[in-house]
Each structure stands twice: as structure tokens, then as C-alpha cells.
């Protein structure tokens, strides 16, 4: 019987930090053991209600992100400094045998305090391309996991192993087919999606809402025979995307975010979005084509090494936000209506990038420590 453990996640800032580190906790929790998230960043009281709804407790460290001019460093090592004192003072109350950081700058204080106390250093990175914190953090740590191959290995100063990248449970679990997922569709949206016709899956809004709210939707409506289109469009974005859909003679389902990501991926016969790591995971545990549009000011563009490492498998396209124009848009869209077979069968071969077991694999390297 393995022995009951004590875990510590920090996993605060974006959410491809947080529901990967959510969707370890809850597995973690559901073997037996114990577990409490460290979160912070602007999305810290929100982050911490979801750990809440999942039966998770959480604690809201401070962090500090590196100062971009040298009036910011005093504010900085202040701020690092509390983040310290806070998680040692919750590592003596909890008394973890391991932590675990999922990347950034959030995780920097908690990891500094772990190290001083003892407490053996977990890593994980989802991107293709490891972080400067986990770069930093990788001299202190036992071993650094990875959701895909790093281009950047050799930055690394601890035990390296690419095990992939955590999915949530509920995609994995879904498994039905695309005419019953139509059915389901139809029912939950009160929609009239055909089964017969293509589904184009949009999302990624809420990091550039020109590219995808105005110049995708003016595209998809040029077509001679538009597909039909469900469409995320990012908090506080719908009704200007409704405008640039206006006019529309296609099957549209129009939607901020939704919970059901599982039903749309299943429906999908094209995925457009950025190149997140969580995303590229998913897209390829559900073996759809993607055209990946990576967003241009992510931290040092690691989405265009993660879109790369998709596009090695036949099964992506990528192209630059700036180039997303309907000069660009309208010939690969027609091109990809034309020969659906042919994106289908590419589709599939993004299998070989997916990981489903990434999440018990990292527990089980989490139980070895």
C-alpha cells in the first residue's frame, strides 16, 4: 500500500499554470494523499474559488515578477521576501514531503523557501521552451518535468524528463461520437448544428481580439460555402465578435467560454487557436488539424516553439499573428474545405504528440522523491 503523502502545488498566475497544477492536485487528493495549492497573480481570488469548488485548499503566497528598471528592485525583494516568510510559515504548519512548482515567476519565493527548509523540488514546465524562473529554479530542484521536448535542455541544471503535459480529467473521460455529440450540442445551446457538415472551432480571443474576433470571422463569412463555427471568444468580447459575424448564413455558437470543451473538441473538424501549451496538448489528445496562430507577445515566444513542435507531427499549420489577414485566412480555409480528407487524415498524426498519462506519470515521480 503506498504510503499517504503530503503535497504542495504553487500553480498561480495563467491559467496554463493553474488547471495543470489543479487537474495533479486533484489526482493527488483522489490516491489517498494530502494537498494544498500556493496561487497568486491577478487571478488569485478566482483561482482560489475553483480550488474551493473542487474540494482543494488554498493559500495566496505573494510573488514578484523581475523589475524592468532598477527602482522596481526594492519593491521586488520586498515582496519575495514576504512570499518567503509566508510559505515557510504554512510548509511548518502542513509539513509537505514534496512541493511542486508549475512554472513562472509566482513560484520563485515558495521554491526559495522549500529549499530552505529541506523540502525536496519538484518542476514542471509546459512549454516547449523551459522559463527563466524553472532555469533559475532547475539549480535548487531535484528534477524538472517538461510537457513536451525543450529546445533549450541545456539551460537546465537539474535531472530533465519529458513526460507531457497534465489534461483535464473531463477530457479525457468524454468519449462519445461526433453524431452524438451533435445531438448533445443541439440540446444544451438550443442550436441546429448539422452532423453532415463541417465544424470550425475557434478560441484564444482573450489574447488578441483583432485576430480572432474580427479578421477570423470577416474570413469564414468570404467563403463561397462557409463551415459552421463555434466560437470562444474571450470575457467581455462577444458582442463586438457578433458584429464581425453579422449578416451570417452559417450555423454560429457564439460563447465568452464554456465548461464543455470536451463537446466541442469531439465536434470540431478544424481547430483555430493559439499555441499554449495546454492547448497543444489538447489538440492533440483529441488528434484534430490546427492552424495555430501563436501569440506574438507571450514571454520570449515560447507558443511558436510549442505550434512547432505540433507542426512536426503533420498535423498543424502555423502562422504569425500578423499575418493573420483574409488575404492569408481565405485561401487555407478553402483549401482546407476542399480536401477535409486529407486535414482529417493529417489530423490524426498530432496522436503522437499527446500525453494522457502525463498526470500519473508526474505522480508517480512525485512518490519516487
Known amino acids: 500500500m503506498q504510503k499517504k503523502s503530503k503535497l504542495i502545488i504553487t500553480c498561480g498566475g495563467t491559467g496554463g499554470h493553474f488547471y495543470p497544477g489543479l487537474t495533479i492536485a486533484k489526482e493527488y487528493k483522489e490516491q489517498g494523499n494530502e494537498v494544498e495549492l500556493f496561487i497568486n497573480g491577478k487571478n488569485a481570488d478566482s483561482q482560489a474559488q475553483i480550488a474551493k469548488d473542487n474540494g482543494l485548499n488554498s493559500i495566496i503566497v505573494p510573488s514578484a515578477q523581475i523589475p524592468k528598471s532598477i527602482w522596481g528592485y526594492l519593491p521586488f525583494c520586498i515582496e519575495i521576501l514576504s512570499g518567503i516568510m509566508i510559505a515557510r510559515k504554512e510548509f511548518k504548519r502542513f509539513r509537505p514531503n514534496v512541493f511542486l512548482g508549475m512554472g513562472?515567476?509566482?513560484?520563485?519565493?515558495s521554491a526559495l523557501a522549500a529549499k530552505l527548509m529541506g523540502i525536496p523540488i519538484v518542476l514542471h514546465d509546459g512549454n516547449a521552451k523551459i522559463g527563466k524562473a524553472n532555469r533559475i529554479l532547475s539549480r535548487i530542484?531535484?528534477?524538472?518535468?517538461?510537457?513536451?521536448?525543450?529546445?533549450?535542455?541545456?539551460?537546465?541544471h537539474c535531472k530533465l524528463k519529458h513526460l507531457g503535459m497534465p489534461v483535464r480529467k473531463?477530457?479525457?473521460?468524454?468519449?462519445?461520437?461526433?453524431?452524438?455529440?451533435?445531438?448533445?450540442?443541439?440540446?444544451?445551446?438550443?442550436?441546429?448544428?448539422?452532423?453532415?457538415?463541417?465544424?470550425?472551432?475557434v478560441f484564444?480571443?482573450?489574447?488578441?481580439?483583432?485576430?480572432?474576433n474580427e479578421n477570423i470571422p470577416k474570413s469564414i463569412k468570404k467563403l463561397d460555402r462557409p463551415p459552421q463555427v463555434i466560437h470562444l471568444t474571450g470575457i467581455g468580447k462577444k458582442?463586438?465578435?457578433?458584429?464581425?459575424?453579422?449578416?451570417n448564413l452559417f450555423n454560429l455558437l457564439l460563447l465568452e467560454t464554456s465548461n464543455e470543451m470536451s463537446l466541442f473538441y469531439t465536434l470540431a473538424d478544424l481547430?483555430?487557436?493559439?499555441?499554449?501549451?495546454?492547448?497543444?496538448?489538447?489538440?492533440?489528445?483529441?488528434?484534430?488539424?490546427?492552424?495555430?496562430?501563436?501569440?506574438?507577445?507571450?514571454?520570449?515566444?515560447?507558443?511558436?516553439?510549442?505550434?512547432?513542435?505540433?507542426?512536426?507531427?503533420?498535423?498543424?499549420?502555423?502562422?504569425?499573428?500578423?499575418?493573420?489577414?483574409?488575404?492569408?485566412?481565405?485561401?487555407?480555409?478553402?483549401?482546407?474545405?476542399?480536401?477535409?480528407?486529407?486535414?482529417?487524415?493529417l489530423g490524426k498524426k498530432s496522436a503522437k504528440c499527446a500525453s494522457p498519462n502525463a498526470t500519473y506519470e508526474i505522480i508517480e515521480i512525485i512518490n519516487e522523491i
Request: overall charge negative.
Open 104 to 109: 513562472s515567476f509566482t513560484a520563485v519565493p
Open 141 to 156: 530542484s531535484k528534477v524538472l518535468l517538461t510537457a513536451f521536448p525543450p529546445v533549450n535542455s541545456k539551460a537546465i
Open 170 to 201: 473531463e477530457l479525457l473521460d468524454k468519449n462519445i461520437s461526433k453524431s452524438e455529440a451533435i445531438e448533445e450540442l443541439n440540446s444544451k445551446f438550443k442550436v441546429q448544428f448539422n452532423a453532415e457538415e463541417p465544424i470550425v472551432l
Open 204 to 212: 484564444g480571443g482573450s489574447q488578441g481580439a483583432k485576430t480572432f
Open 239 to 247: 458582442y463586438t465578435t457578433k458584429d464581425s459575424y453579422s449578416d
Open 271 to 345: 481547430i483555430i487557436c493559439r499555441a499554449g501549451g495546454s492547448s497543444i496538448a489538447e489538440v492533440a489528445l483529441f488528434a484534430k488539424y490546427a492552424l495555430l496562430i501563436p501569440y506574438p507577445y507571450a514571454a520570449e515566444l515560447h507558443q511558436e516553439d510549442n505550434a512547432a513542435y505540433l507542426a512536426s507531427s503533420e498535423g498543424a499549420s502555423v502562422i504569425k499573428d500578423k499575418q493573420c489577414t483574409e488575404e492569408v485566412l481565405i485561401p487555407f480555409l478553402s483549401d482546407w474545405l476542399l480536401n477535409k480528407d486529407k486535414f482529417n487524415k
